[in-house]
């Protein structure tokens, strides 16, 4: 298994991720598609959606 020689590891603040999150609730758009806009993995996205301070609010209103 190789890695991506020469480039860094990305921090994203937490209003990024919460940013990056709230997308992926828009109608017709899926956790891929947002992945591919900003060049990362969507497992990413899907750990950061399971955390309470990054899910979007229109989530957890919807769940209850």
């Avoid at 899926?30 to 806009?37: D, E, F, G």
Wanted: some cysteine.
């Amino acid at each position: 298994m190789t890695g991506m020689k020469g480039q860094k590891k990305r921090f994203w603040s937490d209003e990024e991720k919460r940013s990056i999150c709230r997308q992926t609730c828009a109608p017709g758009v899926s956790v891929a598609q947002v992945a591919r806009r900003y060049a990362m993995n969507s497992n990413l996205i899907f750990t950061w959606l399971r955390d309470p301070r990054f899910a979007p609010a229109e989530a957890e209103a919807s769940s209850g």
